[in-house]
């Protein structure tokens, strides 16, 4: 089981970033991903997570009508949409997967961080 996450770089605030979480060795639509982020000094949260079979996602409030999560089975790939990006939201995002298919909060496997930068 692997996960690849990229897409992170350095925007602008108010700018876009869309993040991309590569799975192989398992079939995605058998599991949740999740996406999360560590900031320095501060604890790894929750951003989002999507149910790969039924298509339901859950977003932590902070980011609520600004990222977007989705998923290309075909692909094996899940997607985080950032918008209206903001100072706030600099860390290292993580994308997991979810020990179930549904976003149960338990991870059982982790990507490498991929690094966004929100600064004018």
């Known amino acids: 089981v692997q996960l690849q996450a990229s897409g992170g770089g350095l925007v602008k605030p108010g700018g876009s970033l869309r993040l991309s979480c590569v799975a192989s060795?398992?079939?995605?639509?058998?599991?949740?991903i999740g996406w999360f982020r560590q900031a320095p000094g501060n604890e790894r949260e929750g951003v989002s997570c999507i149910s790969n079979n039924d298509g339901n996602t859950i977003y932590a409030d902070s980011v609520k009508g600004r990222f977007t999560i989705s998923a290309d089975n075909a692909k094996n790939t899940v997607y985080l949409q950032m918008n209206s990006l903001k100072p706030e939201d600099t860390a290292v995002y993580y994308c997991a997967r979810d020990g179930y298919y549904y976003c149960s909060g338990y991870q059982d496997y982790w990507g490498q961080g991929t690094q966004v930068t929100v600064s004018s």
């Open positions: 060795g398992f079939t995605l639509d058998d599991y949740a």
